[in-house]
């Protein structure tokens, strides 16, 4: 099915457009495509080698609800460490898929080590890179007859920053001979393109079925990772991983991705997406996963866990108390929400307001399943609680952060603990 196909939107005009139906792929069990949930993905910037402190990252990514979790594969040492690595996280009872990021050198490092080739759920293979010049072809073959052999489904990740040259070439030199020639962006696009989609195409004539197909055309550019990927979804059924490459630090590398990303989820396409941030300093590795998740759940994509509105504060909140109250809350349900996902299921749709003042507060507060309406300057100190729309109680006093924490434990309680699931 094409982008032309999609059903008409039961709303027209609000929420996202109908997802594109893609291909199902079943990658260690998760499916991806076909209609499933987008799925959230990760990579590991450890040493795959060092099987302790890989391991560890593995973990913090799973934990934090990377569904999948990428890592590197370049060396005889990292393709070694695969296996060990795969049998920690199952003795630690982590069920994650290990997917292995291939450029260069995938097609020896996997027939080298067959444990690691069955290990992987997935492999990534790059094809502006998997060989050059004569050597290119049966290098590809190899690395998708690696994957008919040991059952695995692939991503075929075509990237800005390692196109493959000589197609780029082809097409320079055929957009010559056009009598209006396209400018030189929009021939290296096309590049981008045609690199996965005959990658894709001669996977499947070596006899690897379309649903063990993921594709990606990653770029660095906002506009154009939109147009390229409009294309891709226009051009087959194939699932498609997206991500904005090189997205950058900060700030920068979560609204670049989440405004890429945001067009193309809301029209529909993107069956897993992975965002690329560079971490600050001393910052998780794991803050990609919270942003992928916060993108998708602020879109009504998906729920992960409880949200928290908060006002932004102005010069009528009294002091950063607040600020404290609001990060309090959050840091608080998202601690919580791996045992309420076991025995409260349907926590993580919970709506939560922390407002900074009567302007706005109790409005707010109202429209969530739980909020707090904390005193401006010059309000008495008092710091009602909405319920459902009802004001249910005033807190007052030194004690209103854990008494609110306290509230919201209560709710989920109430509202959430009789659908425990069996263990
Ligand atoms: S709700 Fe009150 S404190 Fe918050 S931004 Fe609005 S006016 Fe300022």
Redesign the pocket.
């Known amino acids: 099915m094409t982008t032309d196909q999609i059903l008409p939107c039961a709303n027209p005009g609000f929420g996202p457009l109908p997802r594109r139906l893609t291909r199902a792929v079943t990658i260690g069990g998760v499916q991806v495509g076909g209609g499933a949930p987008v799925v959230v993905q990760s990579m590991t910037n450890t040493d795959t080698a060092d099987v302790a402190s890989t391991t560890k990252q593995v973990a913090e990514l799973w934990r934090a609800g990377s569904e999948m979790v990428r890592v590197t594969v370049n060396t005889a040492e990292a393709a070694a460490a695969v296996p060990r690595i795969v049998d920690k996280l199952a003795m630690m009872g982590i069920e994650v898929p290990i997917i292995g990021d291939f450029h260069y050198n995938g097609h020896q490092l996997l027939t080298a080590e067959p444990a690691a080739a069955q290990a992987l759920a997935k492999y990534r293979i790059n094809p502006g890179n998997v060989g050059f010049g004569k050597k290119k072809d049966a290098q590809f073959a190899t690395l998708i007859e690696l994957a008919i052999k040991h059952d695995k489904p692939v991503r075929i990740g075509a990237n800005w920053g390692s196109l493959d040259q000589s197609l780029a070439t082809r097409l320079m030199d055929e957009n010559h001979l056009r009598a209006e020639p396209w400018d030189a962006g929009r021939v290296l696009r096309e590049a981008l393109i045609l690199s996965a989609l005959e990658s894709a195409a001669r996977a499947v004539e070596i006899g690897l079925p379309a649903d063990r197909i993921v594709l990606s055309a990653k770029v660095s550019g906002v506009q154009e990772l939109v147009a390229v990927y409009r294309e891709l979804a226009r051009r087959g059924d194939y699932a498609l991983h997206l991500g904005l490459t090189e997205a950058g630090i900060g700030s920068k590398g979560i609204v670049a991705s989440s405004a890429a990303l945001g067009v193309l989820l809301q029209e529909g396409i993107g069956d897993t997406i992975r965002i690329s941030l560079t971490p600050e300093p001393g910052q998780a590795r794991s803050n990609e996963v919270i942003v992928a998740q916060e993108l998708l759940q602020t879109m009504g994509l998906r729920a992960f866990t409880p949200m928290v509105t908060a006002?932004?504060?102005?010069g009528?909140?009294t002091s950063t108390f607040f600020q404290e109250l609001a990060q309090k809350v959050q840091e608080h349900v998202r601690a919580k929400m791996p045992e309420w996902k076991v025995t409260h299921p349907g926590a993580e749709n919970l709506t939560l307001a922390v407002?900074?003042?009567i302007?706005?507060?109790p409005g707010e507060s109202r429209h969530a399943n739980i909020g707090i309406s904390l005193p401006?300057t010059g309000e008495a100190p008092a710091a009602p609680v909405f319920e459902d729309g009802e004001k249910t109680v005033t807190l007052r006093g030194e004690n209103i952060a854990d008494e609110f924490v306290g509230l919201i434990d209560l709710y989920v309680e109430r509202n959430y603990g009789g659908n425990a699931r069996v263990a």
């Not at 006002?311 to 102005?314: H, V």
């Open positions: 006002c932004p504060g102005c009528r909140t407002m900074g003042c302007v706005n507060g401006g």
